[in-house]
């Protein structure tokens, strides 16, 4: 079969070469980057209302928390308040009892005294606790516990006994109450004491860790039969060296 001499040459139709055409292409092609734009404008607002929304309730969340939190805050601080009035409640008590305690030695001492000196039927004290002292001591933790004694009235004779010592406080938020063989640094059970007059008798102690001492309990026994112990309490306080 002969080949065309010419080429083919398709022509469209004559009126898109027209300013008709080309401005009718145009348009065509500007509606299509106008539909483009608006698409991904749409879809972009779409998605930046979508974080937004994210965002307001990322931080209603945090908002709810950090009020928490605070709240958390404030019950602690409160517990710690009411803690902490219950414990000066705690101490103010024992001391006041303390105290009690001490007074009503004082006084029954004094009227062990004073029968001692007027006479009464049956046995008298023969020993008194004059004092109860607390004594600091040149080692920290350590202390000297100077107990005085005296023989009430007019004394004609040399007495004997023993003493023995508790101090009593707090460990572990419980009461408790050492002897004297728990304190007593050389370990001691407890102290004796012969003379006529008076005497002061002395004993190093040295307390636990977690202890918190409040009061000094001494009770003396007379060695003799049918002769009335003297028993003293007083706060725990440390006089300097």
């Known amino acids: 079969m002969p080949r065309p001499s010419h080429?083919?040459?398709f022509r469209g139709p004559a009126w898109l070469g027209s300013p008709w055409g080309i401005a009718l292409g145009v348009s065509l092609v500007l509606a299509?980057?106008?539909?483009?734009?608006?698409?991904g404008r749409a879809q972009a607002a779409f998605e930046g209302r979508a974080a937004l929304a994210d965002e307001a309730?990322?931080?209603a969340a945090l908002t709810a928390r950090e009020a928490e939190v605070t709240r958390l805050r404030r019950e602690v601080a409160e517990l710690d308040t009411l803690k902490v009035a219950q414990e000066r409640e705690r101490q103010e008590v024992s001391r006041t009892i303390g105290e009690l305690q001490a007074e009503v030695a004082r006084q029954s001492q004094q009227l062990e005294l004073l029968r001692g000196v007027v006479g009464r039927a049956g046995p008298a004290a023969e020993v008194t606790i004059r004092q109860v002292r607390?004594?600091?001591?040149?080692?920290?933790?350590?202390?000297?516990?100077?107990i005085a004694l005296a023989q009430p009235g007019r004394p004609d004779r040399t007495v004997a006994g023993s003493v023995r010592v508790g101090i009593e406080g707090q460990r572990g938020g419980r009461s408790v109450r050492l002897d004297l063989r728990e304190v007593a640094v050389d370990?001691?059970?407890?102290?004796?004491?012969?003379?006529?007059?008076?005497?002061?008798?002395?004993?190093?102690?040295?307390?636990?860790?977690?202890?918190?001492?409040?009061?000094?309990?001494?009770?003396?026994?007379?060695?003799?039969?049918?002769?009335?112990?003297?028993?003293?309490?007083?706060?725990?306080?440390?006089?300097?060296?």
């Open 32 to 39: 299509t980057l106008v539909g483009v734009y608006a698409i």
């Open 57 to 59: 309730g990322l931080r």
């Open 134 to 146: 607390v004594i600091a001591g040149t080692t920290p933790g350590r202390y000297r516990l100077r």
């Open 7 to 9: 080429p083919l040459v």
């Open 187 to 241: 370990r001691v059970a407890q102290l004796s004491y012969r003379f006529q007059y008076f005497e002061n008798i002395e004993v190093e102690i040295a307390l636990p860790g977690g202890f918190s001492p409040e009061r000094v309990v001494v009770d003396v026994r007379p060695a003799g039969r049918n002769v009335p112990p003297a028993a003293q309490t007083v706060l725990w306080s440390i006089d300097p060296a």
